[in-house]
């Protein structure tokens, strides 16, 4: 295809499946869309099989230098192996490096969506040439990756940034921070609103739409899910120092809701006392393409550029 280096990106994400062709620069030079369905563990090697062979059909011979596999799921990183995933029914602590390593020579690397989209961010995106920052992914779910000193941060088990565990207090029990601000909570939300009421667009969009032309109703739905998030924001930001907190995701990509976080952050701060000097800003990268770009990006971040801080086997096709 090239002579200049390139990266295979796989994303799993809960309904579609993309792989993806991603040159040095970070640069998409081509990808396929597939589906993802849910299922037993040997019906998704089945599927992810078809569809890199069916890529290889459409795009000829590629000679990568390496593949990175962004999952929607628990990944542990150090093993290479993913824990837990609802995609998958029947197994947990589970390997899927093995089916790529039938395609292709060359390192393999794994981890969740969201710390791949966080390591594409810091090679080409909005936190590249920054030493810390906070990838917040505002899609389906809430999650986020944590680069510090230059690394990818994620914890004994590679489960640091679970901010969708993050818990609220709601009467006398608790809730997630999840519930109150992601793609799945505003629809739920948005359907509780208008119930069976079709709407001219997608349900999450009309909610924003109504929030932004001053309908009481979706203020107090958004607004919520915003003054959460910015108490979550900044008791990181008290713990982390991280300075930049770059937002991801079809929901984070609403330009107002970003800015209104930035503002109840600050206003949060200043009633506590407290300075909070970070930028926001929202992905370089973009909402339809980061998780393809971030998994190709894992390669160069974690093998290449050494900035997982661990040392461990590569998975290649010689060892399959």
Known sequence: MTDKKVYLGIDVGGTKIKIGIVDDGGHLRAVEK?????????????????????????HGEIHPEGVGIGFRAEVNYKEQRVTFSRIVNDAVDFDICCVAAK??????????????????????????????FVYVNIGTGLGCGIVSGGRMIRGQKGNAGEISRYFLREGRGYASLESRISGESF???????????????????????AWEGGDLEAAVIVETGVRELALGIVNMEAILD?????????????????????????????????????????????????????????????????????????TTKSES
């Not at 599927?47 to 069916?54: F, H, I, S, T, V």
């Not at 359907?191 to 739409?209: C, I, M, S």
């Not at 393809?292 to 661990?310: C, P, S, T």
């Open 187 to 209: 629809l739920r939300e948005a359907q509780k609103l208008w119930g069976g009421k079709k709407t001219k667009e997608q349900p999450v969009q009309a909610l924003f739409k």
């Open 103 to 132: 395609f292709f020579n060359g390192p393999i690397r794994l981890d969740n969506d969201v710390n791949a989209m966080a390591s594409g961010e810091h090679l080409y995106g909005a936190g590249r040439g920054r030493d810390s």
């Open 242 to 314: 991280s300075g930049m907190y770059v937002f991801g995701g079809k929901v984070a990509s609403n330009r107002r809701l970003v800015r209104r976080i930035q503002e109840e952050v600050l206003a949060i701060a200043k009633k506590v006392g407290i300075s909070v000097n970070a930028e926001f800003c929202i992905s370089q990268l973009g909402a339809e393409d980061s998780g393809v770009i971030g998994a190709a990006a894992l390669i160069k971040y974690e093998v290449e550029e050494g900035r997982n801080g661990q040392q461990r086997n590569q």
């Open 34 to 58: 597939y589906q993802t369905r849910w299922g037993t563990y040997a019906a998704f090697q089945t599927d992810l099989a078809a569809y890199l062979r069916d890529f290889l059909n459409k």
